[in-house]
Each structure stands twice: as structure tokens, then as C-alpha cells.
């Protein structure tokens, strides 16, 4: 096994980071350490974030906001606190932006049906058009596809480059007079790609188009600043930022979501409720209905204060120096193709790429013997492989925890899959 990369520029202390993270000490198979390569899908979760989640369920479980005992006063305490922290981590202007959800697939979806139901200035409906891009993941394109059937408004779209960039050449024939919603992914799942949000936002702003960034691939990865994205809405999700399953987040100017209507009705979102009508509380309370996911929040409150404890600047030059190393590597694999651009400086720690023409779901289950966690297949973002002809990837992604000897491990993996394949 190659060594080199050790002194790597940036990198963090992964030995010493990884002792807060128990999944990381185990083996699998007959015995392999295991490799996790997989955390564009989900991260693993330290200590810390287990122990809240498990002091929340020993010690304060209630039902939050109305009731007057003292563990309902204390789990209120909580969830709300963890709002407090996620809006300091993400530069909001109000904690009321900070609308918690099940994940970020619910919050894309809440804006879509919001501007489907909305009032004029904003609403969605006929001779109107709604812009996303050709790598977005699956989330942030049906939910716009069902708007736009619904309504009859134009679904059009950034297409890609054969880099994996996008092809911004026409933005002033898909952004045009009529478009009045952009949403669209900071940073590509499937390509790791950084897109250029500025130049994006500045076309739409010009029209009087709303903007709404996907960030689940950077807020556990950079400095996510809502106010220097200057968008109306930016959605990401808490599993894939060391917090807990079962949590997402939608952050939305203070104006918006006091003028648009709720997304789903039922008790904590209403100031009233008669026979005849019903009146709404204030956001963000007006768009959490039912019994909100407490346990979940404040486990990403926790993994807030991991990552602010190690500093989100770190951590993007820890994956910067990372992902060139690797990218390095990987180059010097025969019949390796990486799907995406081959430069750090415009892309995340996320590499997809094919193998020859060995399927990627043979490559993922002999990296899997030797005890490598990768991801493979369509990675919810199908339009970018029929983009590229190809049938899938394989992708691997980094993270805080992650180190020059994983990749190694997965260049060495993949010599034997070329092995096994002949």
C-alpha cells in the first residue's frame, strides 16, 4: 500500500477526530478496518451528537410548546435552542428563518407547493417558468415537475458541460422575464461540482425571480453564509453534517415566509381554529405541523457545535487538500474516468467515475470485500449519467475524518477489482 500524502497541506487531525466517531473503530467481513467512503450519502455521527440524542431521551423527553411541566419546558428549551444554534452556523439574519423539517427533500418540496398556492407576487401558475439545472439530485427536480404539471408552468434548465460544469453560455435565454423560480445545487452530489451561485443569483435577481439553493452537499463541507448567497430560500439536511436522520432545515427570508401560505395543516402551526376557518401562527412555527422531530434537533444542535468546535474553514481545506490528493491518485488508475472536474479549486470532496467497462455495482460489492464503503448507481441524479452515456458511477466521498491512507486503500481496492476482472 502507497504512504504518500501524509504531510498533505490543510489536513486535520483524523486520527484525533476519528476517536470521537465509535463506527469508525469496527471491522467488517472477516476482519477488514472499515473504510468509509460513502458521506455524500450520510455521515457518521460522533459521541457528542449520540450523547444528546440519548440525553435528550433520558433525561428531558416531552412534547414541546405548550405544556407547563418542567420536562416539556425543558425539551422546548432544547428543540428551540437548537434553532438558535443552526441559525448562528448559517449566518441567518432571524432565527423565525430557521424552518425545521424531516430532511431537505421535504424542504424543497415545501417551497414548491408554497409557490404553487402562493398570492401574487410569487405564485407559480401558467405563462410562468421554473429554472433548475441538469445535475441536480432527484429532489430538486420532480418536486418541480409536479409544480409545473399542476400549474402549467415551463420546466426549462442548465444543461451540462463535458466537464461536469454547467453551461451557463444561454443563462440570458433559460432566465428571461417570465422565470419566477430558480433553484438550483451549490455543490453536485453526483459530480462534485461548486457551482457559481453569484453569477446565478445576480440573472434571477435581474428578472425578479425567486432563488432557491440546495445546499445538503455544502453545508456539512464549507462556510454555509445564508446572507452572502443572497437566495430567498436554501435547504440542506442534518444526516449528512454528522447530526441525526429525520432532520432538515429550510431557511427562508423572514418577508417570504410570513407572505406565503403553510405547506401541511395540523395542531402548533395555527393561532386559531374555528368550525368555519382557521388562522396561522408566525413562522417558523407555521410551517412545522404536528409533533416536530425534537430529538432529531437537538442531536443537530450538537453536531452544530461539533463542527463550529473544529471549524467549518478547516474542514474545507482539510477536503480541498484531500480531494486533489485523491483526484492525483485516481488519474493513475488505467481505465479510470472521472465523471466531473478533475481541478480541486472547482469541486467538492465528492469523485464519481467508471471503471473500464466494469459495471460499477461489480466495483462496489469487491471494494466492499476488502471492507470499502463506496456508493454506486444513478446517486438520485439519473439526468447526469444519461448526460454522460454511461449506465451509473462509482462514487467515493470524504469528510473531516477522512485521510490519505483511505485513499490509498481505495486505489489499492481498485487494482484488485481490475485484477479480479482480468
Known amino acids: 500500500m502507497t504512504t504518500s500524502g501524509r504531510g498533505l497541506h490543510g489536513l486535520l487531525d483524523t486520527e484525533a477526530i476519528r476517536k470521537d466517531f465509535p463506527i469508525l473503530d469496527r471491522t467488517v467481513h472477516d476482519g477488514d478496518k472499515l473504510v468509509y467512503l460513502d458521506n455524500a450519502a450520510t455521515s457518521q455521527k460522533p459521541r457528542q451528537v449520540l450523547n444528546a440524542l440519548n440525553g435528550y431521551y433520558e433525561r428531558h423527553n416531552a412534547n414541546v410548546h405548550r405544556g407547563v411541566h418542567v420536562l416539556a419546558e425543558e425539551a422546548?428549551?432544547?428543540?428551540?435552542?437548537?434553532?438558535?444554534?443552526?441559525?448562528?452556523?448559517?449566518n441567518a439574519p432571524s432565527r423565525d428563518e430557521v424552518v425545521f423539517t424531516k430532511n431537505a427533500s421535504e424542504s424543497l418540496?415545501?417551497?414548491?407547493?408554497?409557490?404553487?398556492?402562493?398570492?401574487?407576487?410569487?405564485?407559480?401558475?401558467?405563462?410562468?417558468?421554473?429554472?433548475?439545472?441538469?445535475?441536480?439530485?432527484?429532489?430538486?427536480?420532480?418536486?418541480?415537475?409536479?409544480?409545473?404539471?399542476?400549474?402549467?408552468?415551463?420546466?426549462?434548465?442548465?444543461?451540462?458541460?463535458?466537464?461536469?460544469?454547467l453551461d451557463l453560455s444561454?443563462?440570458?435565454?433559460?432566465?428571461?422575464?417570465?422565470?419566477?423560480?430558480?433553484?438550483?445545487?451549490?455543490?453536485?452530489?453526483?459530480?462534485?461540482?461548486?457551482?457559481?451561485?453569484?453569477?446565478?443569483?445576480?440573472?434571477?435577481?435581474?428578472?425578479?425571480?425567486?432563488?432557491?439553493?440546495?445546499?445538503?452537499?455544502?453545508?456539512?463541507?464549507?462556510?454555509?453564509?445564508?446572507?452572502?448567497?443572497?437566495?430567498?430560500?436554501v435547504a440542506f439536511t442534518g444526516h449528512k453534517m454528522c447530526g441525526p436522520t429525520g432532520i432538515g432545515v429550510l431557511w427562508g427570508r423572514k418577508g417570504l415566509l410570513d407572505d406565503l401560505p403553510p405547506f401541511l395543516g395540523g395542531g402548533e402551526m395555527i393561532e386559531t381554529v374555528s368550525m368555519h376557518s382557521s388562522t396561522y401562527a408566525p413562522a417558523p412555527h407555521k410551517f412545522e405541523a404536528g409533533t416536530p422531530p425534537?430529538?432529531?434537533?437537538?442531536?443537530?444542535?450538537?453536531?452544530?457545535?461539533?463542527?463550529?468546535?473544529?471549524?467549518?474553514?478547516?474542514?474545507?481545506?482539510?477536503?480541498?487538500?484531500?480531494?486533489?490528493?485523491?483526484?492525483?491518485?485516481?488519474?493513475?488508475?488505467?481505465?479510470?474516468?472521472?465523471?466531473?472536474?478533475?481541478?480541486?479549486?472547482?469541486?467538492?470532496?465528492?469523485?464519481?467515475?467508471?471503471?473500464?467497462?466494469?459495471?460499477?455495482?461489480?466495483?462496489?460489492?469487491?471494494?466492499d470485500e476488502q471492507g470499502i464503503a463506496v456508493r454506486v448507481g444513478h446517486h438520485c441524479a439519473r439526468p447526469v449519467c444519461l448526460r454522460y452515456g454511461i449506465p451509473a458511477t462509482t462514487r467515493a466521498s470524504f469528510y473531516l475524518y477522512s485521510s490519505p491512507a483511505e485513499v490509498d486503500a481505495l486505489v489499492d481496492g481498485l487494482e484488485q477489482v481490475r485484477n479480479f476482472f482480468g
Open 109 to 165: 418540496n415545501l417551497v414548491a407547493n408554497m409557490l404553487g398556492w402562493a398570492d401574487e407576487p410569487y405564485r407559480v401558475e401558467h405563462d410562468t417558468e421554473i429554472v433548475i439545472t441538469e445535475m441536480e439530485h432527484h429532489s430538486n427536480i420532480v418536486p418541480w415537475q409536479l409544480l409545473a404539471q399542476r400549474t402549467g408552468a415551463k420546466l426549462k434548465w442548465f444543461g451540462l458541460t463535458d466537464e461536469g460544469r
Open 76 to 90: 422546548t428549551a432544547l428543540y428551540e435552542g437548537a434553532r438558535d444554534k443552526v441559525a448562528a452556523f448559517i
Open 170 to 233: 444561454n443563462i440570458d435565454e433559460i432566465i428571461t422575464e417570465k422565470t419566477k423560480v430558480v433553484s438550483f445545487v451549490q455543490v453536485s452530489n453526483i459530480l462534485g461540482t461548486v457551482n457559481p451561485v453569484e453569477a446565478i443569483v445576480r440573472r434571477a435577481q435581474d428578472v425578479g425571480a425567486l432563488v432557491v439553493i440546495d445546499a445538503s452537499q455544502a453545508a456539512p463541507h464549507m462556510v454555509l453564509d445564508v446572507q452572502a448567497l443572497q437566495a430567498d430560500f
Open 294 to 367: 425534537i430529538a432529531q434537533a437537538v442531536g443537530l444542535g450538537a453536531a452544530v457545535d461539533y463542527l463550529s468546535a473544529i471549524g467549518m474553514d478547516r474542514i474545507q481545506a482539510h477536503e480541498h487538500a484531500l480531494t486533489e490528493y485523491a483526484v492525483a491518485k485516481l488519474r493513475d488508475v488505467p481505465d479510470l474516468r472521472i465523471i466531473g472536474p478533475v481541478t480541486g479549486d472547482e469541486r467538492g470532496a465528492t469523485i464519481s467515475f467508471t471503471l473500464g467497462d466494469i459495471h460499477p455495482h461489480d466495483v462496489g460489492q469487491v471494494l
